[in-house]
């Protein structure tokens, strides 16, 4: 603290001789700084930091250096722009045409007290204030000067070197607190002139007297040795050297170097490049030729003068050519003339049964009563299990034209014909727990619903059998309907179309405690745990969740729920995994893209087959009209399942004489 007080003081004895040495009479109406056109905006930080006697003190340095200037639209213009968590123009650079009017302008400025965004403030000097709608005239210097008596809460460096790409020239006033890393990354070059740091608000006034002498300074490539090698470019106090264009700024800041775009491989040129400032020309090697885009190069063309006589294709070479044959012919020995491969009639082929040639390559076919097999080379009699998406969990039996499913024993087919289980159905009480979280996203969460009506269908929903209860959870919980409103699949349905998105968080936790404790009670239609009916619980979601749900995922499994966990996108594994039941694999399905939750909703196996479920099961009268019809239907299913099974057997049987007597 004692050395910055120290540099400080020194600082201001500087200054202050060198005002007494130039004996500066106070400015007035009638002695102004004659700099030419100057665009000024001052950018001034009003965080909460910033003490009311500081900002007074602020305000009274911006009047004292507008005393100083020329103000008017065509001389100097001024506009300021205060900022903290925000940015506000107080007033912009073509507002104002007289001193009294900016000063008026100044002193009804209300701080606004909150954080300090740098970054953002100067973004807006860049992109709003120094631009034609708000007075910025054109080929006039642009100059900021940024107050500020803090560390800026967000990024500085990059924006601030845009805008001194921009043209514009960034003086950086640190007070107090202020960081001089911060000051130096958003100032323009030099620091030393363009950088300026203080212990406090009450000697802000040295860079007033500082930021004038810059202003109304001399011409300095004018009245000094600024030693520029090509060109001297002035500022408002300031200077730098520019290169003439093929000549790029060394390291020095004042010398320029020759840019050797061919040493340093910026150029296209396909063989030679011959370098000069800032620029190239294309040349070829002996044996070429420049092409029309003066960058590629291409080989003599022998083949274009007509006199090969090859009967395919020339091919030109350095100094020459050959001749060449399509794909599938071969080269004769005059070195012209080309000829079809038959691979076929060469024994150059692995087909099983019949071979198709064409010049140079060959296709397999089979006899009539065969089928190609997936190796395009041997072949099988048509069997429909093994060209056909059949189905069958276990095993799939072909027939002449046709197949059927089969289970292992101890398992029965399933309604669908294709799946095996140790019963057929079962009534189950199912609740499913839906992310309506802001990360969903309104049409994604419109897949979800189908998705809700896809795993609906798979179900034999009624009073009696299956029921279902939707929950929607985001940063509450919202029950759509309980087990007992709806009693039919598409009163379920239409009931799913009609909910709304929620939005906002992901309390996977407190959905799982909602359905543990409200939706599998009695009063909301679960029935009595003493029937047996399983109940079941599926959590889809989309994301990690907010809150814990380990507690109330154990609860789940423990009080007897059978719980899937489906997880799309952002969902983590461990969440998922924690929630599902074992085996794993038979609960807990992921997908990273919401179009394929439709795929999962396809393969999801919800029926429970209990050891004594106790639901309504309807027990039919053997003698009664429907139940003989039934009973007259399998039969002839089963007849004409063993009818087709024959006459496969005696197709094959046909097969099997007709190899014998040819063989024969």
């Known amino acids: 603290m004692k050395m910055r007080q120290l540099r400080a003081l020194c600082g201001f004895i500087l ?3 060198a005002v007494l040495a130039k004996a500066r009479p106070k400015a007035g109406p009638e002695q102004k700084c004659k700099s030419g056109p100057v665009d000024l905006v001052f950018l001034i930080d009003s965080s909460r930091s910033v003490r009311p006697h500081e900002f007074e003190t602020m305000r009274k340095f911006m009047i004292d250096i507008l005393n100083t200037l020329d103000i008017g639209l065509n001389a100097t213009r001024v506009g300021v722009v205060q900022y903290s968590s925000q940015v506000r123009s107080e007033f912009t650079l073509k507002a104002h045409a007289k001193l009294e009017n900016m000063v008026r302008g100044i002193n009804q400025i209300i701080p606004l007290a909150q954080g300090t965004m740098t970054g953002l403030a100067i973004k807006y000097v860049m992109n709003e204030a120094f631009t034609a709608e708000a007075g910025d005239r054109p080929k006039v210097p642009n100059v900021a000067v940024i107050v500020t008596d803090g560390r800026p809460q967000d990024r500085v460096a990059e924006v601030a070197a845009e805008a001194r790409e921009k043209g514009i020239e960034i003086y950086a006033v640190g007070v107090a607190r202020a960081d001089m890393t911060s000051l130096r990354a958003m100032a323009s ?49 300031s200077y730098h050297c520019l290169c003439l264009p093929g000549y790029t700024l060394n390291d020095d800041g004042k010398t320029c170097a020759a840019i050797d775009l061919c040493a340093e491989g910026k150029h296209d040129c396909g063989q030679l490049c011959i370098s000069s400032p800032g620029s190239f020309t294309c040349d070829c090697n002996k044996g070429y030729k420049l092409n029309d885009d003066k960058k590629t190069c291409s080989m003599i063309d022998y083949c274009s003068f007509g006199n090969h006589s090859c009967e395919h294709e020339c091919v030109s070479v350095l100094n020459g050519y050959h001749c060449r044959c399509n794909e599938g012919y071969r080269l004769l020995d005059d070195g012209k003339t080309c000829q079809a491969i038959d691979l076929c009639a060469e024994g150059k082929h692995d087909c099983e049964q019949i071979c198709i040639s064409a010049p140079g390559i060959f296709t397999c076919d089979c006899n009539k009563g065969f089928k190609l097999n997936k190796d395009k080379k041997t072949c099988t009699n048509m069997d429909l299990c093994n060209t056909v998406e059949h189905g069958c969990e276990h095993q799939c039996v072909s027939t002449p034209g046709s197949y059927y499913c089969i289970c292992p024993e101890g398992q029965l087919l399933q309604e669908d014909g294709k799946s095996c289980g140790t019963c057929k159905s079962a009534n189950i009480d199912l609740v499913l727990l839906i992310d309506g979280s802001k990360s969903v996203r309104p049409q994604n969460f419109e897949l979800v619903k189908k998705f809700v009506n896809q795993v609906v269908d798979s179900l034999d929903v009624s009073a009696h059998g299956t029921r279902v209860g939707l929950v929607q959870y985001s940063s ?20 799913v179309m009609k909910v709304e998105y929620m939005e906002k968080g992901t309390m996977t936790g407190l959905a799982l405690k909602h359905m543990l404790e409200n939706s599998f009670s009695e009063a909301e239609g679960a029935r009595p ?5 399983p109940r079941v619980g599926l959590v889809f979601t989309d994301g990690r969740s907010q809150d814990d749900i380990t507690e109330y995922a154990k609860k789940a499994k423990e009080a007897g729920i059978t719980m899937y966990a489906v997880g799309v996108g952002k969902a983590v594994e461990d969440e998922l995994r924690e929630i599902a039941s074992e085996p794993l694999e038979k609960h807990f399905y992921y997908t990273t893209d919401f179009t394929a939750i439709s795929t999962i909703a396809e393969n999801l196996k919800l029926n429970v087959c209990p050891e004594e479920s106790q639901g309504e099961i309807e027990v039919k009268d053997p003698c009664a009209c429907e139940s003989l019809v039934e009973f007259q239907q399998a039969t002839m299913s089963n007849l004409e399942q063993i009818t087709q099974k024959l006459a496969g057997m005696t197709v094959r049987l046909e097969q099997l004489e007709n190899q014998l007597l040819s063989r024969k």
């Open 15 to 17: 200054l202050t001789l």
């Open 476 to 495: 509450r919980v919202r029950t759509e309907f309980p087990l007992n409103m709806y009693h039919t699949a598409d009163e379920i349905k239409a009931a």
């Open 189 to 237: 070059p030099p620091f030393e002139d363009h950088v300026f740091l203080v212990e406090s608000f009450d000697l802000i006034h040295q860079f007033g007297l500082q930021f004038q002498d810059k202003l109304c300074g001399v011409d300095l490539c004018l009245e000094s040795d600024h030693g520029c090698e090509h060109i001297c470019e002035s500022s408002p106090g």
């Open 529 to 533: 745990s003493s029937r047996n009916i």
